[in-house]
């Protein structure tokens, strides 16, 4: 269940700001199936994940986090 939270929030980020999949992992320096995996909520995003995620995406770790 977290995982889907947090898949739908990196998502809904993602395309807020205009990028494609593919763009946003290249950006991250990760593979668009593992973008993919966190978005579709099969993988939580790892801390590391999540601080380049916010970094790229100009936003605060506390906007990302799903709410309770």
């Given at each position: 269940?977290e995982?889907?939270?947090w ?14 999949q ?27 994940l ?6 790229e995406l100009?936003i ?9």
């Amino acid at each position: 269940m977290e995982a889907e939270k947090w898949g739908r929030r990196i998502r809904a980020y993602r395309k807020l700001k205009g990028y494609t999949q593919e763009s946003f992992a290249k950006n991250l320096h990760i593979s668009v199936s593992v973008l993919g995996e966190v978005e579709r909520g099969n993988r939580v995003p790892s801390d590391d994940l999540v601080q380049l995620i916010v970094q790229e995406l100009n936003i605060s770790v506390e906007e990302l986090v799903p709410p309770e």
